[in-house]
């Protein structure tokens, strides 16, 4: 008898690559933008939500399987993302730079951060 072969690639959706970096992000959707509410939700869902980013910051709030980073090093965090690894921060330090690659989930304004998940640090 056949095995029936499961590929555990061609299940999980494959998701598109974007080189958008966060003073872009921050001014077409962030707190820098100047577009209607409604069309930066367009704007993030159709450009942003959903593509792999890397962007890299300040730690300024760390967990086992969690990170905030200040990207602009200005203010307070500007992205906080989810380890896919979920204990990808337990030897991380504080105070640090890090660089995350990351699937981009909900957008960031002046007072949330842009929030990501399945994040990686980069060597």
Sequence with gaps: PSQPSYSSASAAPTYPDSSISYAQANAEVG??????????????????????????GQVVLLESDE???????????DLQVQFADKQAGYNLSKGKELKVRFLM??????????GGREATVIR
Excluded at 105 to 111: A, L, N, Q, T, V
């Design 31 to 56: 707190c820098k933008s100047t577009y209607s509410d409604q069309k930066r939700d367009d704007i993030f869902n159709a450009k942003y939500k959903d593509h792999w980013m890397t962007w890299s």
């Design 67 to 77: 990170v905030s980073l200040n990207v602009d090093h200005v203010g307070t965090q």
């Design 105 to 114: 989930k909900s957008e960031g304004g002046c007072f949330l951060p842009f």
